[in-house]
């Protein structure tokens, strides 16, 4: 699987951003799909991901705020930015993976493939 991260640039405090992840390769529809970042100077952080079945799942830090979605005809998974802060700065990363547990999904170890990320600046 080869993912591609687009959608990433600069908006001021409170607007909204919309992240794209393409998916090539193999079957994308089985895979969960996750989202992480990784601030300045900070460690790798699990933002959110979706389960092949649609079911969504959200960091305390954006829940309410930010929406995983996905479109099977695309191949393409979203991450719908609202409300955005300045702490959620960060290089933004997509990642797959056919056959993760729950209980993993924010354990960006868990994810076999990645994308090659996309800077997200949130200005005060």
């Known amino acids: 699987v080869q993912l591609q991260a687009s959608g990433g640039g600069l908006v001021q405090a409170g607007g909204s951003l919309r992240l794209s992840c393409a998916a090539s390769?193999?079957?994308?529809?089985?895979?969960?799909m996750g989202w992480f970042r990784q601030p300045p100077g900070k460690e790798r952080e699990f933002v959110g991901a979706?389960?092949?079945?649609?079911?969504?799942y959200y960091a305390d830090s954006v829940k309410g705020r930010f929406t995983i979605s996905r479109d099977g005809a695309k191949s393409t998974v979203y991450l719908q930015m609202n409300s955005l802060k300045p702490e959620d700065t960060a290089v933004y990363y997509c990642?797959?993976?056919?056959?993760?547990?729950?209980?993993?999904?924010?354990?960006?170890?868990?994810?076999?493939?990645w994308g090659q990320g996309t800077l997200v600046t949130v200005s005060s």
């Open positions: 979706i389960r092949w079945s649609g079911s969504t």
């Open positions: 990642a797959a993976d056919p056959q993760i547990i729950v209980s993993a999904m924010n354990k960006w170890s868990q994810y076999d493939y």
């Open positions: 390769g193999r079957t994308f529809s089985s895979y969960t």
